[in-house]
């Protein structure tokens, strides 16, 4: 008797093993609304609540709700049972780089697409402020389309996993492609730890093999640590410059993502067959451009008002996120000890009137304007703080064309700082626009409403 395919709330079938961990498996899958192929990986929650790993769960699920980029494996659904998690994924078929490499050295044209391409991807979540900590080819899987996409978040960290000195402390990341700074367990900087990883991963593409390696791993260790590795006969001498900069064993000199995109080697043009995939021709509009214009000028008003507004237009909000970030169904409440670290409000006002009002509440509280990208705006404080300088980010989400969420968190210096802020400076001045915060009641609306409804939701 031919055996039927298991169902996922009548909306997913599940097909064949793509792969497992100690607690999660992979599953091949096929949605039956849009009849697209997709991937799910299902986590026993009881395995990972008796190890301690509930809060990476908590954390994977909310960094890939703010990574939306072409190049980063997109989160469809997530899903739970009293026993299971269930994330919905876009699948990507070309399967892992890592595939590629192990074959041998991949050709320069074709490692400078997919070091873009990665580049571009690592560039906007860091914008994000999210830090993979495990970046490494096995990470990262190709589309139908050779297309590169980032994935397994499972070890990243967001910003405010800093500790009080700014930095990173979590030991954690694959040895041969960690920083050194990473090694020295005194603290580390996400993205400049993350930076360095990307030039082993370069090196790789374009080698076929690692730079630091020793079957003896405190001897491996002590490679990291000095940057001693040596480039092949074959590398152009452009790379081995780039490559000098981005293993370089001191952070704080070590090249930043902008610098490298400055590159003569990265701006290389690439062969026209291999310019669609790797999105040349879309170069300056992409999804990571880190445009920072405060204004239009009096010249071109109009035309820089509307290159603006291409660049805010916010991003739109399916029902997962709305389920995700909404204080009745946060799936955080599958877990225990949940705190909501952002503030969020709902707006009945169109998008560019939200941010015109942003900026203006921004120089009214002394506030520096330093990015304005998607719907994302991100303030900074002019003056240094006790713990750095305050740094805020405002995330417009579309609901309908009329009525948005903004979403406000701290994204540097003191909570307490922060905290006077919001209440003193930015709710009275945000107050005309308004509709409700988050949590906060309505005289019109519920003193004694029914209790909320249980968080746990069937698959």
Not at 56 to 70: D, F, G, N, Y
Not at 122 to 140: A, C, M, Q, W
Not at 414 to 442: C, F, H, N, S
Request: charged share 25%.
């Amino acid at each position: 008797m031919e055996n039927k395919p298991k169902m996922l709330t009548r909306r997913y079938e599940l097909g064949r093993l793509l792969g497992q961990g100690t607690f999660a498996k992979v599953y091949f899958g096929r949605s039956l609304v849009a009849n697209n192929a997709v991937a799910i990986k299902l986590i026993d929650k009881g395995k990972v609540s008796n190890v301690g790993l509930v809060e990476q769960i908590k954390r994977e699920i909310s960094v890939m709700r703010i990574a939306r980029h072409p190049n980063i494996v997109q989160l469809y659904e997530v899903m739970a049972t009293k026993s299971k998690i269930y994330f919905v994924m876009e699948y990507a078929k070309g399967g892992e780089l890592f595939d590629k490499v192990a074959k041998g050295r991949l050709k320069e044209d074709i490692a400078r697409k997919y070091f873009t391409q990665f580049m571009d991807a690592v560039d906007f979540f860091h914008s994000r402020g999210v830090y993979h900590r495990d970046i490494k080819p096995e990470n990262l899987l190709l589309d139908e389309n050779e297309n590169l996409k980032v994935s397994d978040f499972g070890l990243s960290a967001l910003a405010e996993s800093k500790h009080q000195d700014g930095l990173l402390h979590t030991i954690c990341g694959t040895p041969a492609y960690v920083a050194p700074e990473v090694i020295n367990r005194k603290g580390y900087d996400g993205v400049k730890a993350d930076i360095w990883s990307c030039g082993v991963v370069l090196f790789v593409l374009l080698a076929g093999y690692l730079p630091f390696h020793d079957s003896n791993l405190m001897a491996m260790y002590r490679k990291i640590g000095r940057a001693e590795f040596k480039c092949p006969s074959w590398f152009p001498a452009q790379v081995r410059y780039l490559l000098s900069r981005i293993l370089d064993p001191n952070p704080i000199t070590r090249i930043s993502i902008s610098k490298i995109k400055e590159s003569s080697w990265f701006r290389k043009e690439l062969p026209l067959k291999n310019q669609v995939k790797a999105g040349v021709e879309n170069k300056t509009a992409g999804p990571s451009d880190t445009s920072t214009s405060a204004g239009p000028s009096q010249d071109s008003s109009d035309a820089c008002e509307r290159n603006l507004d291409q660049i805010f237009k916010p991003p739109i909000l399916n029902a997962f996120d709305i389920i995700s970030i909404s204080a009745g169904f946060d799936l955080s409440g599958l877990f225990e000890d949940s705190q909501k670290k952002e503030t969020m409000f709902a707006c009945r006002q169109p998008a560019n009137v939200i941010r015109s009002k942003l900026v203006e509440m921004a120089k009214h509280l002394r506030l520096k304007v330093s990015k304005q990208e998607g719907g994302l705006l991100r303030m900074e404080g002019l003056n240094e703080g006790r713990k750095g300088t305050l740094g805020i980010d405002a995330e417009i989400f579309e609901l309908s064309p009329s009525f948005h969420l903004v979403e406000l968190k701290k994204s540097n210096g003191g909570t307490l700082e922060y905290q006077r802020m919001l209440r003193d400076g930015i709710r009275p001045a945000l107050d005309e626009i308004i509709w409700v915060w988050q949590g906060e009641k309505q005289h019109q609306q519920r003193d004694t409403d029914a209790e909320p409804q249980e968080s746990e939701r069937q698959a």
